[in-house]
């Protein structure tokens, strides 16, 4: 079980994905909840599902900041991608930004 600093809880067409030297690294993330028992997709079957792939993102995420190394997001539904910097953390801020989440009450 991730501890409360890894995890986070996003929407399956957010993707996050991380510049690793000359590679990018898909985090494909396990479903925490599924109203409508939908089966689970492998992550090149979960970005044809939006009409996508997951070539087609890297080259969008590489337009959007040259290929800097860290944390990118990629909603796939919209096709918009983000650049959120080199920490995990960086990435729930960005979600934040997104209205995605909200801080840990428990942290406070």
Same mark, same amino acid.
């Given at each position: ?7 986070? *809880?996003?929407? *399956? ?16 993330? %396990? ?8 089966? =689970? &997709?492998?992550?090149? %079957? +979960? ?9 087609? *993102?890297?080259? +969008? ?13 990629? =909603? ?10 080199? +920490?995990? %953390?960086? *990435?729930?801020?960005? &979600?934040?930004? &997104? ?10």
């Amino acid at each position: 079980m991730a501890d409360s600093n890894t995890a986070i *809880v996003c929407p *399956v067409y957010y993707q996050i994905i991380q510049r690793r030297g000359n590679g990018w690294a898909f985090k494909h993330g %396990e479903p925490f909840i599924n109203l409508f028992n939908a089966p =689970n &997709l492998s992550p090149e %079957e +979960e970005f044809a599902a939006f009409g996508t792939s997951m070539k087609k *993102v890297a080259i +969008e995420l590489f337009r959007i900041n040259g290929g800097k190394q860290g944390y990118y997001i990629a =909603n796939i539904l919209d096709k918009k991608y983000y650049y959120c910097g080199t +920490e995990w %953390e960086d *990435v729930k801020v960005k &979600l934040r930004e &997104l209205g995605i989440g909200r801080p840990d009450p428990m942290e406070a």
